[in-house]
């Protein structure tokens, strides 16, 4: 359904991304980040999912093109580790961002485990940003704290993580109840990276339909 596009990086130069478009012209927008193997099949199987949603869909690739095969968590690890995380949200993610506001739409952020610390980081570093959803990841509180987030906000966590662990997501929840802010949270019996289907190892169907159903169902609500 999507395609490849270029759009422009705030600061200067282009990215590259993943774009699927809905019918509508004035269409509320929703960028989506990668986890940390990379742009893979998952990510624009999300960004499609969007679209038939009624969102334009964009995923910029943060890696340049660099895709990690699922078996290899040490690649993923130092391709990840390689990434200015505030860098490529202020930039790319930005742009991506900016790109789809363009289109006439409000425009949310959603990732997926190292794109939902992303989407974290967006919530409280991108002015153009209307709404973010967070699939297992959160930053360090020196790079986005919950107090500082400025937009509605969604997580989705898994109760078997032991990167995005169940006590880091009670004190984000804590925090965030303590500055006042929209959010929703939600928890599921499942292991980290519950939503993608092409990890049969961790994939739960059942956790990754009702947690997408309540994602589209959050974006509608405060991207309308």
């Known amino acids: 359904m999507g395609k490849v596009i270029s759009f422009p990086r705030v600061g200067g130069g282009t990215a590259a991304g993943y774009l699927a478009e809905t019918g509508k012209q004035n269409a509320p927008g929703v960028v989506v980040i990668q986890e940390w193997w990379g742009l893979q099949g998952q990510i624009k199987a999300s960004c499609d999912r969007f679209a038939e949603a009624g969102f334009h869909a964009l995923a910029p690739d943060l890696y340049d093109g660099k895709v990690v095969p699922y078996h290899d968590a040490a690649a993923a690890g130092a391709a990840m580790g390689s990434l200015d995380f505030k860098a490529a ?13 363009s289109r006439g739409g409000k425009v949310g952020l959603t990732g997926f485990c190292m794109g939902g610390a992303v989407a974290v980081i967006g919530a409280v570093h991108i002015p153009e940003l209307d709404a973010a ?39 984000f929840e804590k925090a ?44 509608k609500q405060h991207l309308a």
């Open 176 to 219: 965030l109840k303590a500055s006042g802010k929209t959010f929703e949270i939600y928890r599921y019996d499942g292991q980290h990276a519950f939503m993608n289907s092409e990890r049969k190892e961790v994939y739960d169907g059942k956790a990754a339909k009702l947690a997408w159903e309540r994602c589209v169902k959050f974006f």
């Open 89 to 101: 949200t202020s930039q790319a993610v930005r742009g991506a961002v900016q790109y789809l506001k």
């Open 133 to 171: 959803v967070t699939f297992y990841g959160l930053p360090p509180q020196n790079v986005a704290a919950a107090k500082d987030v400025r937009v509605p906000l969604q997580g989705h966590f898994a109760n078997q993580d032991d990167w995005c662990t169940p006590a880091t997501v009670d004190g």
